[in-house]
């Protein structure tokens, strides 16, 4: 079991001030989430982790718009084991990715999991966050879900909050548990019941701090063991 901190870049996420912080504390090893960044930004990124001392990136989150020549950068230079990406129903696969496709993995998202769509790639990426969301707001997704990642290759993984207290994602429309960014270590405790399905690789997809990430990551070592 390996849980990294990560750079994400969700829309609140301060993308630079992590990359920033991951020098400032000489991390060899971090997942990175270029999800919400366009060309440019994520070429001005690319900059800013050479500044760093990462020798590894274990997990990356794919865009679909992203370019060949990203995934053999990434995968040159930092050693990257694992990609995921959505649903094709969302974000349509590159063929120039096919050269990748034992090492990408569909996250399972809003959309149930697709057996005809896993079938053409390594396996499932658990967003152990989405698992739970359905579990709580949609029976028939979480049964459909937790069932396909018991039959398929699980070996890595996201991870975010889950809250008490649910929110209405706009753009999705759909009742949410699950948020980036954690106010209480204790919004992790639902991980206990997905032991099982635990991958290789987890990644902390959070906006907090990447200190703040390393609390988490050190209260889950406990708590999963």
Known sequence: MNIYPTIST????????QIAEIASLRLTEVCFF?????LKERKEA????????????????????????ELDYLTANYQVVFFNIHSQKQFPLSDDF????????????????????????AGVCVDFSHLENARLVDKER????????HHYPHRCGHISSIRNTPHFDEEWGTINYHYHRFKNLSEFDYLRNYRDIFPEV??????????????????LVKLLQ
């Open 46 to 69: 690319y900059q800013l982790l050479k500044e760093t001392q990462i020798k590894k990136i274990p997990l990356v989150h794919l865009r679909s718009d992203m370019e060949l020549w």
């Open 142 to 149: 979480y049964q459909n879900d937790i069932q396909t990642i």
């Open 98 to 121: 096919k050269k990748y496709i034992s090492k990408i993995y569909i996250e399972n998202t809003v959309y149930p999991l697709a057996t005809a769509e896993i079938d053409h790639v």
């Open 202 to 219: 987890a990644a902390l997809e959070l906006e907090n701090s990447i200190a703040e990430q390393l609390k988490v990551n050190g209260y």
């Open 10 to 17: 969700t829309k609140k996420a301060d993308w630079r001030s």
């Open 34 to 38: 270029p999800t919400c960044l366009e």
